[in-house]
């Protein structure tokens, strides 16, 4: 099992920055990909970008490169979202998330990954 705890999150206005953490506890190297996902109400649960443990290699949805960085912490198990240059439309709930099976690429399906952490809530103000 691997626990996955989010941390950051909360109220900025267009044009600000925030930064989502995801501490991973427990069997964490039998993951391969960290990714965080957002879902607004009413809509289905997309990634945002994701993380290779091993070489670091990443992955960004088109609507948020150049403005989201995605970075691991090895020695500490964390993930992080540096989120700049907020949108009203980037408005959601954002879940870290942990992919047990070793791929090539990314997975970019929620239905893929294997843990989830409880949810960070982030809203921007027009």
């Known amino acids: 099992q691997v626990q996955l705890v989010e941390s950051g999150g909360g109220l900025v206005q267009a044009g600000g920055s925030l930064r989502l953490s995801c501490a991973a506890a427990?069997?964490?190297?039998?993951?391969?990909?960290m990714g965080w996902f957002r879902q607004a109400p009413g809509k289905e649960r997309d990634i945002v970008a994701a993380i290779k443990w091993g070489d670091g290699r990443t992955y960004y949805t088109d609507s948020v490169k150049g403005r989201f960085t995605i970075s691991r912490d090895i020695m500490q198990n964390t993930i992080n979202l540096q989120m700049n240059n907020l949108q009203p439309e980037d408005t959601a709930t954002y879940y870290c998330?942990?992919?047990?099976?070793?791929?090539?690429?990314?997975?970019?399906?929620?239905?893929?990954?294997?843990?989830w952490g409880q949810g960070s809530q982030v809203t921007v103000s027009a």
């Open positions: 427990g069997h964490t190297g039998s993951t391969y990909t």
């Open positions: 998330a942990a992919d047990r099976m070793w791929r090539i690429g990314f997975a970019t399906q929620s239905a893929v990954y294997d843990y």
